[in-house]
Nanobody, 121 residues
């Protein structure tokens, strides 16, 4: 059974930091691309950061470049999102996503339950 369990969200003041974790189980973590998405009230869900399998290449939304860092620990089957210099507009529910490709090229997407991050003074 596939599970993605996020943790680390909460309330932080502008300029502060949060570190999100996503613990994965039930699929081959190290061969999957892992991503963080977010959805603010009244807005579409958007991609924040992605780290590819194997090579660990990372990509970020322009709005978070230089402030957020995605990383993964294959030994712990966990992906992280370090968020620094947080702004009120970073307030959203953050979701972990895993994209697995099987040996014939079929893709499977899995989602966590989300964790609320609020940036406010």
């Amino acid at each position: 059974q596939v599970q993605l369990v996020e943790s680390g969200g909460g309330l932080v003041q502008p300029g502060g930091s949060l570190r999100l974790s996503c613990a994965a189980s039930g699929f081959h973590f190290s061969s999957s691309a892992m991503s963080w998405y977010r959805q603010a009230p009244g807005k579409e869900r958007e991609l924040v950061a992605v780290i590819t399998s194997a090579g660990g290449t990372t990509n970020y939304a322009d709005s978070v470049k230089g402030r957020f860092t995605i990383s993964s620990d294959n030994a712990k089957n966990t992906v992280y999102l370090q968020m620094n210099s947080l702004k009120p507009e970073d307030t959203a529910v953050y979701y972990c996503n895993a994209l697995r490709t099987d040996w014939v090229g079929r893709k499977y997407s899995y989602w966590g339950q989300g964790t609320q991050d609020t940036v406010s003074s």
